[in-house]
């Protein structure tokens, strides 16, 4: 079964830096890209950026350019978001999500579980 | 990039048929076949339901299907079950080689 593991919930205090993971199965790990997204409490889905684990070639939401840094490790199937200074606005749930485009076909599919990020002075 | 726009909530009763419309501009749904679905329950991930505008992945009920029509496209949802009562979220590719999501909309089964 196709998977995307994420690591687990973080609690961290404003300023402090913070990189969650997104580690893929099942599947050829460069084949597809990796997308990153943002839900806040009781808020909807946005959508932040995405890399390509077969070149790290990165695109972000202009939202989200220039505040979180997204990359991966081919080697271990493994896609990272992070932050060099967190906000208390960073509190939400951040998803990653398997994405197709190409072949005249766009998706999303499938989710990781979450991580939950805290950030509370 | 601003958000596509989703009714907030609709709600039906079972075995009606509802439609949730999203749209966007010719920047993004209008200007690509690149329209997908996800259904999120609450504490849940967001799963995959259509994609490409029109098409089903498989294990998605039938009951599940979607269209375009210029900047609009439009998720319907057949013979409502209880089950399905969750939040529902479109998605476009846009042309500055980005995604954007919908708001989002909470589906209540009366």
């Known amino acids: 079964e196709v998977q995307l593991v994420q690591s687990g919930a973080e609690v961290k205090k404003p300023g402090e830096s913070l990189r969650i993971s997104c580690k893929g199965s099942?599947?050829?790990?460069?084949?597809?890209?990796i997308s990153w997204v943002r839900q806040m409490p009781g808020k909807g889905l946005e959508w932040m950026g995405r890399?390509?684990?077969?070149?790290?070639?990165?695109n972000y939401s202009p939202s989200f350019q220039g505040h979180v840094t997204i990359s991966a490790d081919k080697s271990i199937s493994t896609a990272y978001l992070q932050w060099s200074s967190l906000k208390a606005s960073d509190t939400a749930m951040y998803y990653c999500a398997r994405l197709l485009f190409g072949y005249s076909s766009n998706w999303f599919d499938p989710w990781g579980q979450g991580t939950l990020v805290t950030v509370s002075s | 990039q601003s958000a596509l726009t989703q009714p907030a909530s609709v709600s039906g009763s079972p075995g009606q048929s509802i439609t949730i419309s999203c749209t966007g501009t010719?920047?993004?749904?209008?200007?690509?076949?690149?329209v997908s679905w996800y259904q999120q329950h609450p504490g849940k991930a967001p799963k995959l339901i259509i994609y490409d505008v029109t098409k089903r992945p498989s294990g998605v009920s039938n009951r599940f299907s979607g269209s375009k029509s210029g900047n609009t496209a439009s998720l319907t949802i057949s013979g409502l079950q209880a089950e399905d009562e969750a939040g529902y979220y479109c998605s476009s590719y846009t042309s500055s080689t980005t995604w954007v999501f919908g708001g989002g909309t909470k589906l209540t089964v009366l």
């Open positions: 890399i390509d684990p077969s070149d790290s070639y990165t």
């Open positions: 010719s920047s993004d749904v209008g200007g690509y076949n690149y």
């Open positions: 099942e599947y050829g790990f460069t084949n597809y890209w």
